[in-house]
C-alpha cells in the first residue's frame, strides 16, 4: 500500500513538473509533448512564398509520383561498379547536412538517385558496430567479430594465430572484379590502412595493426602475422590494386623523415613500402607515387598501370583545415575521385573503385558536427562528379554508411534556421543546440560541473570549426550507433537495392549487376 502510494505521489509529481509552470514562467502551450510557439519571423528559405500556396506542394507530390511511375528497372550488367563509403554517415547527418548545403528542401547528391534501402549494420558479437566489422560485410559479403576485417566471426579479436588459418579468410568484391580481368582500387580520406579501406585487400584480427610496431605491442610477432600496410604492398588482393589512394604515409615508412613534415614512420623493421611498392613495377609497368596535389594533376592516366597516392603522414586533412589553413598541395576527395576513375578507366572491361569519405566519421566522434557535416557535403560533391562522370546505362554507383552515430537533430528550430545554432531554450531557461550528442568530449565544454547545470552557449564561441556540440555523457570519443543506414543506388541493377536487409548482402548485389564472384549473376539468370 505505501509503495502504491509513493508510486502515485510521484507520477503526480512527475506531471506537475511537467506540465506546470517552472518559477512562475508559463511554458510555450499546455501540451507538454507538442509545445506550440508564438509566431516567429523566421529566415525564408528560396521557396518561401511557393511553399504558403497548396499547389506547390501538390504539384511537388505530382511530380514525385510521376518520376516513379515511370521509373523503368536498368538492367543492363555493369561494366563499372563505385561504391561511396559514408563512414558514420547516419540519417541525422544526411539531414543535417542538406540544411547546411542549402536549405530543408535542398538533396544531396545520393538523394536523388532512384532507389533506396536500409542496411542492419551489427556485428556478430556487437550490436553497435566498428567500421572494421562493418567492411567486412559491405565488401566481402560476410559478417565478422568486432575490430577484426576480412575474416569470419571465428577469428576472435586479439588472436595472434587464427587469422593464419586461410579458411576463415573473406575475400572483397575488389578481389573479385579483379579475377576476372576488371581493375579496382580505392580512395579514402582517411589512411588507407584504417578499418574501412582495408576490406579491401586485408585479413586480420586487429583493425589496429597497421604496422609492424603495433602488432609487437599487442604481444603478437610481426614475422608470423603480416600488418595491414605490407598486406597492402605484398597482400594477394592489394598488390594488384591498380589506384591507391589517401593519408598514411608514416605506416609504410621507418625512420625516414616525411617528405612534408619530416616526422618519422611508425615502423620498425627497417622497410620502406613505398620503396618496396614502386620496386615491384620495375622493369614490368609504370608505378607511380605521388604526394601531393600537384604531382597528382601531373600524371598521365594513359601510361599509368598502377598509382599511390598518399598525401598525409595519417588521415587526410578535413576540408574546413584544407580551406581555412590554405593546404594547398591536399586534393579533395571529390579531385581524388576524378584522378582514380580516369585511371581505372583505361581497362575496357571496366573496374571496381571504393571511395570512402571517412573523416565524417571522425568530426563526430569528437563532437566536431561542423567538421562532420562539412565532410559529407564533400562526399556529396564526389559523388555528384562520379554520376555525371560515367553512364547510369553501364555504372552501378551504390552510397551507403557503415555504421550511424549518437548525433541528435532535436528541438524546434524555425525554418531555415542555422544548423549549427541554437534550436530554443529549455527549462532552465538556457538555450540549446539544434546538434546534441548522446556522449561524448562535449560534456565537459557545457556542463558547469561546480554549479551542477549546464553552461550558457551564448558565451561560448560557437562559430568555430572546433566547436564541440554538447553531449548528455562524458566519454573520451562519442560512440557509434546501433540504427540501420541508408543505401542509395543509381544505375544497373539499382532496383535491387530496396527494402531494409543484411549489411553483407550489399557486395552480393553489386556482384550480381557487374557479372562478378562466385554467386549469383545477372549474366547468368
Given amino acids: 500500500m505505501q509503495l502504491s502510494l509513493s508510486l502515485g505521489l510521484l507520477a503526480a509529481l512527475a506531471g506537475a513538473v511537467i506540465a506546470g509552470p517552472l518559477n512562475g514562467v508559463p511554458e510555450p502551450s499546455n501540451d507538454p509533448y507538442h509545445p506550440s510557439f508564438p509566431q516567429e519571423k523566421s529566415s525564408l ?7 504558403q500556396t497548396i499547389e506547390y506542394w501538390k504539384d511537388n507530390a505530382k511530380h514525385t ?6 521509373r523503368k528497372e536498368n538492367k543492363n550488367v555493369a561494366k563499372n561498379v563505385i561504391m561511396f563509403l559514408g563512414d558514420g554517415m547516419s540519417i541525422a ?8 548545403a542549402g536549405g530543408e528542401e535542398r538533396q544531396l547528391a545520393f538523394e536523388k538517385f532512384p532507389y533506396i534501402g536500409m542496411s542492419k549494420t551489427y556485428c556478430v558479437n556487437y550490436q553497435v558496430p566498428d567500421s572494421a566489422c562493418t567492411s567486412t560485410a559491405y565488401l566481402t559479403g560476410v559478417k565478422g567479430n568486432y575490430e577484426t576485417i576480412g575474416v569470419n566471426a571465428q577469428v576472435p579479436v586479439y588472436s595472434c594465430t587464427a587469422e593464419l588459418d586461410n579458411s576463415t ?12 580481368g576488371k581493375d579496382a582500387g580505392l580512395v579514402t580520406t582517411t589512411r588507407v590502412t584504417h578499418a574501412s579501406p582495408a576490406g579491401v585487400y586485408a585479413h586480420t584480427a586487429n583493425r589496429d595493426w597497421e604496422n609492424d610496431y603495433f602488432i609487437t605491442g599487442d604481444g603478437c610477432d610481426p614475422n608470423v602475422l603480416d600488418d595491414i600496410a605490407k598486406q597492402l604492398v605484398h597482400g594477394d588482393t592489394g598488390k594488384r590494386l591498380k589506384v591507391i589512394m589517401g593519408g598514411g604515409r608514416s605506416e609504410f615508412l621507418d625512420q625516414e623523415p616525411d617528405p612534408e613534415y619530416g616526422d618519422r614512420g611508425y615502423r620498425r623493421d627497417g622497410k620502406n613500402l613505398i620503396q618496396e611498392w614502386l620496386d615491384l613495377g620495375s622493369g614490368v609497368e609504370n608505378r607511380t607515387y605521388v604526394w601531393n596535389k ?3 594533376f601531373a600524371i598521365d592516366p594513359a601510361k599509368t598501370d598502377r598509382l599511390l597516392g598518399l598525401f598525409e603522414p595519417s588521415h587526410c586533412a578535413y576540408n574546413l583545415d584544407r580551406v581555412h589553413k590554405n593546404m594547398e598541395k591536399e586534393p579533395t576527395l571529390a579531385e581524388m575521385v576524378d584522378r582514380a576513375t580516369d585511371v581505372l578507366s583505361t581497362n575496357e572491361k571496366g573496374f571496381f573503385l571504393f571511395v570512402e569519405g571517412g573523416r565524417i566519421d571522425h568530426g563526430h566522434h569528437d563532437n566536431w558536427g561542423k567538421m562532420a557535416i562539412d565532410e559529407t557535403v564533400e562526399f556529396s560533391k564526389a559523388i555528384e562528379l562520379a554520376r555525371k562522370k560515367f553512364s547510369e546505362e553501364d555504372t552501378l554507383i551504390v552510397v551507403t554508411s557503415d555504421h550511424s552515430h549518437s548525433v541528435s537533430f532535436s528541438g524546434y528550430p524555425t525554418r531555415a534556421n542555422d544548423i549549427f545554432g541554437t534550436a530554443g531554450t529549455a527549462s532552465d531557461r538556457l538555450p540549446y543546440m ?5 556522449n561524448g568530449l562535449g560534456f565537459y565544454d557545457h556542463i558547469d560541473a561546480e554549479n551542477h547545470g549546464r553552461k550558457d552557449v551564448r558565451t561560448m564561441d560557437t562559430s568555430s570549426d572546433y566547436f564541440r556540440f554538447p553531449t548528455t555523457l562524458p566519454v573520451g570519443s562519442e560512440t557509434h550507433a546501433g540504427e540501420d543506414v541508408a543505401v542509395y543506388a543509381s544505375g544497373p541493377w539499382s532496383h ?4 531494409t536487409y543484411e549489411q553483407n548482402t550489399i557486395p552480393h548485389m553489386m556482384a550480381y549487376a557487374s557479372c562478378v564472384g562466385d554467386g549469383l549473376k545477372a549474366c547468368a539468370s
Fill in 45 to 51: 528559405n528560396r521557396n518561401a512564398q511557393q511553399e
Fill in 169 to 180: 579468410h573473406t575475400h572483397s568484391i575488389a578481389k573479385w572484379a579483379m579475377d576476372v
Fill in 93 to 100: 547527418t544526411v539531414a543535417m547536412a542538406r540544411v547546411y
Fill in 65 to 70: 509520383v510521376d518520376t516513379i511511375v515511370n
Fill in 294 to 296: 600537384q604531382d597528382l
Fill in 496 to 499: 535491387l537495392f530496396t527494402g
Fill in 434 to 438: 539544434t546538434i546534441s550528442y548522446a
